[in-house]
């Protein structure tokens, strides 16, 4: 074994970045939301480094695996998922969730929690072996396919300001069809997106229609998108796609569970994606043998990493099914890893969605640029950024600071500053 590959060290850093008060079925986004940021040292002297979901459920199960890891290569990926395996399995395993913020994301369960931490590690020893021998990220993965990746715009409902502290910026308000074309208008004037999801699930159907029909007529032609989280019933599902038909690209998880979202598919033409239904191994036979999806939203957090990402590809190819990716809140090391990989998956017909324009907080260096709605592939070595030590140790005291109220991203407990009555919604809401 080259020494210089070795693993030394392990560092984790779980830090609170600053989230606009973007609202979704649950409620709205708290003011900080946590993330992790992993970091391999090699005996060589090279770190890389990873980001994954930083709630205390995947805290856990990190540190078991960062104290594990030391003295194994960082080429030895198959056997970091077997010691996640090892040392993480039983660890503070969240049963089936689907109140909690999780609930946006489909099942909840152990093994998607140990996937979810692997990958930072995988990620993260993809950029220190990319830079210990000089090579990109993508060409480890078999190389890119493609100069430049497209993301699309991912409108909010939101309000102006969050009720309580929090970083303040100059988006406004975005509360109806205006709204909403105002907030397109601007990502597409400043990023260059030419396709647009609006997250719905936050008022009733009607008026999210309006709002997507208002979308069709500023940019005729334009891919759209709408995403309740599996808030609306099979007969409002079928509603809203009947009304939509026209102009959706997809609909994204319009109801909840693969019987429901087989039942919309059966009764709708309009293809239909998911980030919900299909988000582990176990639900792809019976969601892909009953066509209760079109296009599969892969999450390379939860699915495991940039290696399984690109299983995960094969076999939706197999099945004829689309694959695109999913965004939840994240930084520039995740959108790297994300950039990475999608720029070897061949068969990628759809742009990637990327919450990132909303973070205006980041632990890199040097903040992505999207021209044309893209970002370029980077062919620098590993992932291409660099971490801000300053920036990441800012972002860390704010963790350390707060009285556990951010800890955890609770959009019901956010929402709740506002309308003290408030639960999380039982689905289907409308
Ligand atoms: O496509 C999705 O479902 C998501 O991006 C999940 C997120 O949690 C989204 O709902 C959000 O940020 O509120
Ligand atoms: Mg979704």
Redesign the pocket.
């Known amino acids: 074994m080259n020494t210089a590959l070795v693993i030394e060290d392990v560092r984790l850093t779980p830090i609170l970045v600053s989230d606009p008060p ?5 409620g709205v ?1 708290q003011p900080y939301t946590p993330r992790l940021i992993v970091e391999v040292v090699t005996r060589g002297g090279t770190t890389g480094v990873g980001e994954t979901y930083g709630d205390g459920a995947y805290l856990e199960p990190a540190r078991s695996l960062a104290e594990a890891l030391p003295g194994r290569a960082v080429t030895d990926l198959n056997g970091l998922f077997a010691l996640a395996e090892e040392v993480c399995g039983g660890s503070h395993a969240a049963a089936d969730d689907r109140v909690g ?1 999780g609930g ?2 489909g099942v909840r369960n152990a093994e998607k929690i140990r996937l979810s931490v692997a990958s930072a590690f995988e990620v993260a020893c993809l950029d220190a072996l990319g830079k210990a021998l000089g090579l990109p990220v993508h060409a480890l993965l078999g190389g890119k396919v493609r100069d430049t990746v497209e993301y699309s715009a ?1 409108l ?1 409902y939101r309000w102006a300001a969050h009720p309580g502290p929090g970083e303040s910026d100059d988006w406004g308000a975005a509360l109806d069809p205006a709204g909403v074309v105002a907030q397109a208008r601007r990502f597409a004037g400043t990023y260059g997106f030419g396709s647009f ?1 609006l ?1 719905g699930g936050v008022f009733e159907p009607d008026r999210e229609i309006a709002a997507i029909r208002a979308l069709a007529e500023a940019f005729p032609g334009r891919p759209l998108r709408l ?1 309740p ?1 599996g808030a609306w019933s099979v007969p409002t599902s079928l509603y809203v796609a009947d009304r939509l038909k026209d102009v959706l690209e997809y609909l ?2 319009p109801t909840s569970g693969t019987e429901g979202m087989a039942a919309v598919s059966a009764g709708t033409d309009v293809p239909l994606a998911t ?2 239904c299909v988000t582990t191994l176990a639900e792809v036979p019976e969601a892909f043998a009953r066509d209760a999806v079109r296009i599969v ?1 892969s999450d390379h957090h939860y699915w495991g990493g940039l290696t399984r990402t690109r299983e995960l590809a094969a076999i939706c190819r197999t099945f004829g099914v689309g694959l695109s990716m ?4 994240h930084l520039g090391i995740s959108l790297a890893a994300m950039t990475h990989v999608a720029a070897t998956v061949p068969d990628l017909a759809y742009a990637c ?1 990327s ?1 990132y324009p909303w973070q205006t907080e980041d632990v890199i260096t040097e903040r992505h640029t999207f021209t044309g709605g893209r970002l370029t592939v980077s062919d620098a070595p590993g992932l291409g950024v660099e971490l801000d030590r300053d920036r990441l140790a800012a972002l860390h005291r704010r963790w350390v600071e707060d009285d556990g109220t951010h800890r955890e991203r609770d ?1 019901a407990a956010a929402m709740r500053a506002t309308d003290p009555d408030w639960t999380t919604p039982v689905v289907p809401r409308w």
Request: hydrophobic letters at 25%.
């Open positions: 973007l609202l979704n079925t649950q986004h913020a946006l994301r991912y909010f999801k997250k995403d989280n994204e998880d980030n919900m939203l999913h965004s939840n809140t969605d919450h959009d």
